[in-house]
């Protein structure tokens, strides 16, 4: 998947040729360029900006001087590469924009997790992705020290609203699905939504599930009913949460957070590459 979204982005921006490289700079000039940080926070996209290089010319070395995950300053020199002066400048925005986008994912992400710090609670990504380049996005939430929910809607069930609502009820929407898995002999787990006290004691006398997620509810009112979710039940805090009050969501004692910040309203982290002599 990874060389699928590479190939892809290479060529967007190069399709036909890199006519700005291939009009000055000469076959045979070789070069070397330095990718710098220019604002703190976490690295992240060096294993990337390593694999986008050798798919495009594996002739190209790189000397890894900061390793992803790690916290940097401006000014800080993440890696140098060398090689080929026309392979360095065709590949240098592609790598720019995918390392700025993940560091700035990573940054935000191990910033939250901060927060969060001393509960059980564990940070979770969702679906609200950049359509293309998913993988990515969820995987600078790892590297920023977050977890990743399910990946796509094949890797797990999630019982919504919506699905809730057109499956005709929660225990209308549980059968089916167990139906549905028996029938495919598939083994996932589901997740179910539940929007109110009324509609968790529903999915608590029904069972068959494996999360509960409790949507929109507040700090208080996640204390109130958590005690009576019994603990072979994972639980789930999603909708409305920010930063200022993820840490009282997290000390009600639930086990995952998710927050659709960590990829859909992101800073990307300035950097640049520059030229080496």
């Keep these: 998947m990874i060389d699928m979204i590479i190939d892809n982005a290479l060529q967007e921006d190069i399709g036909e040729g890199d006519h700005s490289t291939l009009a000055c700079v000469p076959k045979e000039a070789q070069g070397s360029a330095q990718l710098i940080v220019k604002e703190n926070g976490i690295l992240a996209g060096v294993e990337l900006a390593e694999r986008i290089f050798k798919r495009f010319d594996e002739k190209l070395e790189i000397e890894v001087l900061i390793k992803d995950g790690s916290e940097v300053n401006s000014g800080d020199i993440a890696f140098i590469v060398k090689g080929s002066s026309r392979s360095i400048l065709s590949t240098e925005r592609l790598v720019l924009n995918f390392m700025q986008r993940m560091s700035g994912i990573a940054t ?44 796509a809607l094949y890797d797990m069930i999630m019982l919504k609203d919506n699905h809730i609502d057109y499956a005709g009820g929660i225990k209308s929407a549980i059968e089916r699905t167990h139906e549905y898995l ?28 494996d999360r ?3 949507d929109n509810f507040t700090p208080n009112e996640i204390k109130r009913v958590i005690n009576k979710i019994p603990v072979n039940f994972e639980t789930e805090a999603s909708g409305g949460i920010t930063e200022e009050t993820i840490r009282s969501f997290a000390e009600t004692g639930v086990n995952y957070i998710s927050v659709g910040a960590l990829t859909h309203s992101v800073k990307s982290l300035d950097m640049s590459l520059k030229a080496s002599f």
């Design 108 to 151: 935000q992400t191990n910033r939250i997790v901060k927060l969060i710090e001393g509960t059980n609670a564990k940070l979770l990504d969702t679906r609200k992705t950049t359509p293309g380049i998913r993988y990515l996005e969820k995987w600078a939430v790892r590297i920023g020290g977050g977890h990743n929910h399910r990946y």
């Design 212 to 214: 509960i997620m409790l």
């Design 182 to 209: 028996k029938s495919t002999g598939k083994k996932l787990k589901i997740e179910i939504e539940v929007r109110n006290e009324s509609e968790l004691d529903e999915v608590l006398q029904i069972g068959r599930v």
